[in-house]
DNA sequence: CTGAAAGCGCTTACAG
DNA sequence: CTGAAAGCGCTTACAG
């Protein structure tokens, strides 16, 4: 059915062998004989096997990315950088989401064995004894936003701690004397650096100032359930940081329903700068994160480990920094972005 | 390196043929052999090498999934609905996203040759002719939002026609005498079908109104023009039906800076439900689409395409129905959700 | 029920 | 510079 080598062999009355060397740049052969051989192949409309190329090569030319259980834009920016930059690689791009635990991740990951020449890996279920025993050594891989630690494998983190000093110092700064925080999850990495970017930044800079820190999920009703405990509590907090925007927009419903308006009684700022975030009312300030940059500096990466296997991971992870957008919740008097610097 | 059949076969003491027969569930071969093999092939942790057998079944059990530029909510909310539907049939899924042209979009579907049983296709560029040149006919593919008519292409298609015409008539229920429409881009398939569910409406329902349509290209600032002009104009409309939600934010940003409390002085509607709908200050009614459901249908029919390749394609394009979901902007009495059903 | 052998479509030493 | 041949790791008629 389809046209292979031999069909564009017989065509141009060569060897196969020549086919094959004149499709793919080798240099032992004659421009004439390339040129000739390239013509028939685009006349014939060839299209190499892959799976037979992979078979000999044992190169796929496809990366995979695990992804957990996901809603949004976080997942679609970071598949779009991805992608970018894997087709700017070549490469092609197999994907698996949607695995709500540990047992779906490692039946995922097993599946794309094989199948790819290396692995991009975000998720919550993954951890040191995960990765021993569901990913071949041989299988190169970067995990994004782990806890992981040591040289085993290659992590690219967000920096979340930086994100979360820079944006408890813009509340100090805009003169609010008071910063809250709303925690998320208590297992989540990202909270726990966003808990601690918080928690350095106010011993640093308002040293004599509470640490209040209520406990969210993540999810908005936890949002407005710290909100509602806030406004309520005798010494109001001047200025509340929640460690995600969902939890923000929770907290600033609540806020609306006890008659306290944002920033003049309360300012509000949240993390991860949402399609939402500029909508709600007022807008909210918040950290953005360029999470495509993050899906291509990963791919760069593992493109890398992929095309020089030896090649040793020194040094901590690397980490991607966050900007402060600043909106009306803070009530500060600057607006605009700053890039976080990490203190 | 790796474990091959082969090591298998020399570990249980039977031919590779058996290892194969046996892990591929053939009837010949006893129970006892079939357990022994299968025992020895987890230990070893065997994996049978995915490009081998695609050399020889001609199957890659790989779906390839071919998108436009795209952002936010829709494409992931698409995605998800794919692989969720894709890992239930046992198939991985490719993805090409980000290709801007058509040329960007041939040279993406031809990169997938060869790697992928069927093809699901969502692009603005790919049309008849394109698919002609580019996409093999012995490959099966569903196309996702595709105006493409006649038998020769499977289509899924999202009831835009039916969900704008329900809209419409909930504006008129509502008591809104009049009704204005903000359009979409012209030579977009959805915007087509949305306008035209709009017209059939009013003409239905309220024949002697005036259709108002002002030209918008689903951005927030062409919404905020239309918005403005409406606000002007000295008949306003007493109800904007705005061709997407995009759109329907920036009128209402408009609204409200010409002074305009929404809905009492003037309802408004969006379509698709995006996360920021509702958000916004009033809550936007809008019309929902199950986009996860679009992408599981698709796969699914994909799916059956690919086991039973001489089926015919038969009757009109399905269609996947709206919900209107009422909220606030709209002023009605009811609130909720109700299926658009086709007129 | 089991095995030996052919063959899927490529790439790449090995000769010439 | 070019070709004949081996081999990548499987599956599946074909014998037995």
Partial sequence: MAVTIRDVAREARVSVASVSRALNGSPA????????IASIAARLRYVPHSAARSLITKRTQTVGALLPDLYGEFFSELIRGIDLAARSKGLHLLV??????????AAALRA??????????LSPHVD????????????PAVLLNSALKGAQHDVLNIDNYGGAYAMTRHL??????????IGGPEDNFDAQQRERGYREAMAAFA????????TGDFGEESGYRAGRAFAKSADRPRAVFAANDMMAVGCLRAFAESGLRVPDDVALAGFDDIPIARYVTPSLTTVHVRIADLGRSALERLATAIEKPGRALHGAAPMLACEVVVRASSGGKTSGRTTAKRA
Same sequence: chains 1, 2.
């Fill in 29 to 36: 052969v004659t421009d004439e004989t390339r040129q000739r």
């Fill in 96 to 105: 698996s989401s949607s695995h709500g635990d540990t047992n779906e991740a």
């Fill in 112 to 121: 794309m064995q094989g199948r790819v020449d290396g692995m991009l890996i």
């Fill in 128 to 139: 040191a004894a995960f990765l021993r025993a569901n990913l071949p050594e041989a299988v």
């Fill in 172 to 181: 100090l700064d805009a003169g609010h004397a008071s910063v809250a925080f």
């Fill in 207 to 214: 040293p004599k100032a509470a640490v209040k820190v209520a």
